[in-house]
């Protein structure tokens, strides 16, 4: 299985938000505020959510030899009746940071709006976490409908390092389950009871000031997302924390966690305290059994694996 090619690091925004070059005579304009962009985005997602629809009649109805494919159109025409994509859709706060873009300017926790539709909800009992290893497949358009980006054979997708309101909203949703996972024989496989959804984000939990192929500054980005399967309780650097709870402070980003304050975020750190001593060493038995609650040795509240003072 390949990984998506929209697998990107939050970080990577820095490098391109800097570009300039000398000779050009062009001038850096620097970034727009978050807390000016979010409301203008949130205005233009809210009019395209109430002058476009999706095919839902479809996926109430399916006609023969439907493929499931998710279509989008503007309400007009012989289209005027159809019941605007508002009406399906529903909402989660995401806080952004303007340190999370590696933007310079101190904004805290600026509140930006991330809307989503269930389309079809999968199979699996739970959703998988922002920071969780999830298989999808997946289209990306703008809201002029240009399409940036697409995969249509599943991949998997390490959420912490997608775009912020991709990883959210792919866990605002549900996937299918392995026991329907069918494989084709030519390299390809088919999820019965896989998700479906539309994601659709202001850019401060896209790419902000940031510019890709396709994707100009300060665009509201739009997915259409087939959620295969996920990996409960993924742990990326295989410590024995599941990476969910290395997001300590909670706020749904990954990269602002690094208890040693070294080169990796503690969800990509095997020591996380930098001690030393493996964090797995610190959290399980001889027999190497996880220990829960994990050993506070100095009883000062914080567990070992994120205290230096132990080990
Ligand atoms: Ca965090
Ligand atoms: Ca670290
Ligand atoms: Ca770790
Ligand atoms: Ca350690």
Not at 61 to 76: H, L, N, S
Not at 87 to 111: C, K, M, R
Not at 203 to 225: A, C, D, K, Q
Request: aromatic share 10%; glycine share 10%; net charge negative.
């Amino acid at each position: 299985m390949r990984y998506g090619i929209f697998v990107f690091l939050a970080l990577a925004f820095t490098f391109f938000s800097c570009k300039n070059d000398d000779d050009s005579g062009v001038v850096e304009v620097p970034p727009k505020l978050l807390s000016e962009v979010s409301p203008e985005d949130d205005a233009k997602i809210k009019e395209f959510l109430n002058t476009h629809f999706y095919n839902y009649e479809d996926f109430e109805t399916p006609p023969e030899g439907f493929d499931q494919k998710i279509v989008i159109d503007t309400i007009a025409g012989e289209n005027a009746d159809k019941t605007p994509m508002m009406e399906f859709a529903q909402s989660v706060t995401v806080n952004v940071s303007s340190s999370h873009l590696g933007l310079s300017a101190g904004e805290e926790d600026v509140p930006h709006k991330l809307y989503y539709i269930e389309v079809k909800q999968g199979g699996a009992e739970k959703s998988p976490t922002y920071a969780d290893s999830t298989l999808i497949s997946y289209r990306g358009a703008l809201l002029n409908g240009t399409l940036f980006d697409q995969n249509q054979d599943y991949v998997w997708f390490e959420l912490p390092s997608s775009v912020r309101g991709f990883a959210n909203g792919v866990a605002q949703l549900r996937t299918g389950t392995s026991d329907q996972l069918v494989e084709n024989g030519d390299g390809t496989f088919d999820i019965a009871n896989s998700g479906k959804g539309i994601l659709i984000m202001p850019s401060g939990l896209g790419y902000f000031n940031g510019t890709r192929e396709l994707i100009p500054s300060y665009s509201v980005l739009l997915f259409m997302v087939d959620l295969g399967i996920y990996v409960e309780d993924t742990d990326w650097d295989n410590d024995g924390i599941p990476s969910i709870d290395e997001d300590l402070n909670g706020n749904g980003f990954m990269f602002d966690d690094n208890t040693d304050e070294d080169t990796s975020a503690n969800f990509r750190d095997i020591d996380d305290d930098g001690d030393g001593v493996l964090t797995r060493n610190e959290i399980s038995d001889d027999n190497g059994n996880i220990i829960l609650p994990y050993p506070d040795t100095d009883n000062d509240g914080i567990p070992d694996y994120l205290d230096p003072d132990t080990k």
